[in-house]
């Protein structure tokens, strides 16, 4: 296993296959095992690399997270190139990850070849994110498939990490604090956003917010797949990696 330090704490990735570097980043209380079952879809074209963001998966614990949380995560990939002495990398996040992809984005845009941002509510959160997270997370401790999930990404205390997460981001909710580290107008790398129509996790008016933050930035692609859930590069695992194949070399 691979680590490299970051803020006096230890952060765990992992890189399979050859071709362009490509960053794969989870979402909120998920680690780089979301990620292990679509892995051969990408390895023949991709250098893929996992990261578990810290506090998360194989990664050094951390006692809170903090509310700005995906802008947090930001600096940990921006870490992670500069560890692996990357010129130039492909980022694709998945939920909360892609607000971390977009973040790296705007910060270290020179570092950054191309961006897949899957399935999530953009510039801002829905009105009602933070009652409906409370709600989903605590049906989830409940759910038999849910708790297999935690626990099979974060391990034994999956619940405290889930607990971690869930406070961080209802504050960042309350607070209304921005998602973004720049005005998303500054995005000067080339990005597609993605997403399924069904899914219930994300804000209704989506494809909407997708269409305006599109027309806000100068080299931006939509693709929104019409069934499946969240996220879509799970639900939609075979179209999507092709088409994250023709974004990336075409």
Known sequence: MSYFNYQSKKIFYKEIGNGEPLIMLHGDAASSAMFEMLIPLYQEH????????????????????????????????????????LKKVNLLGTSGGAWAAVNTALERPDLINKVIADSFDGRALDKDFAKNLLEEREFSKKDACAKQFYEWCQGEDWEIVVDLNTVALV??????????????????????????????????????????????????KIHIFDTGGHPAVATNAEQFAEIAFKFIYG
């Not at 998360?56 to 870490?79: C, E, H, M, T, Y």
């Not at 998303?184 to 804000?203: H, K, N, W, Y």
């Open 46 to 85: 991709f250098r893929v690399i996992l990261v578990d963001f810290l506090g998360n998966g194989k990664s050094d614990r951390v006692d809170k997270f903090p509310a700005d949380l995906w802008i947090a995560q930001a600096q940990q990939v921006i870490a992670l190139v500069e560890h692996l002495k």
């Open 171 to 220: 504050e960042c909710a309350e607070k209304q604090l921005p998602l973004f580290s720049k005005s998303i107008e500054t995005l000067s790398v080339p990005i597609l956003f993605a997403g399924s129509l069904q899914d219930q996790m994300c804000r209704k008016d989506m494809l909407e917010e997708y269409r305006e933050m599109n027309h806000l930035i100068a080299n931006g």
